[in-house]
């Protein structure tokens, strides 16, 4: 009995530490008149990346005139911040309006509002174009594969993993909503009073819709066209 007693005690130690090690504390944290989240421990092992990119880098945030290590969570939607000198890395609230640059490339991330569908999601999305009637966003997301047992015992298991979705873009017209588009046609029809010129120009300059570079010369194009 005793020995029974001991074995339920150790299983429910290992389960309350592997519920905490998945944990992210939520505990605010502020500094530079800005407040950030702690995040105490990685998520459990898993194949793949949370990342479009592992790396640390140089960034400011609107808020914020200092310059700090950034990277996008594209799993969580949001972005962490490195505090090498301390060992530590924390997150940056989300908050509507608040974006993000790079300083290297000037990328640039911006909290909004936008729509799929009938969904209205709030999230970072990837500014492609801004021109001043006109702005095209990306959207980058991650998700985890479930892993799955072995059924005879013999195979592997194959792990969990986090694989990169197929990016979203997204248009805003004179200040309007954030909207998804797929294709020339969902796109035209965001435009009605210059569909026809809108086909015509993605035929003739063969326009790539998944192209960012492709989509900074449609964002020229619309702009001069409203």
Sequence with gaps: MK???LTFTAAVL???AAAFAQSVNTSPFTAGGRQVLNINSKPASVAGSMYTSESFLPGKISTDPSTLLLRYNAYSDYFEIDYPQEGTTRSLPKKEGVSVTFVSTGEEYQYVTYHKNRDEITGYLNVISAEPKVKIFKRERVYLQEG?????GYSLNKP???????DEFY?????GDIVYFSSKGSLAKLVPQKSKEVKEFISKNDIDLEKPEDLKKLGTFLSTQL
Excluded at 161 to 166: L, V
Excluded at 171 to 175: A, D, L, S, Y
């Design 3 to 5: 020995n029974l007693k």
């Design 14 to 16: 290992c389960a309350s």
């Design 148 to 152: 799955s047992k072995s059924e005879n």
């Design 160 to 166: 969990s993993e986090y694989k990169r979705a197929s």
């Design 171 to 175: 248009i805003q017209i004179n200040g």
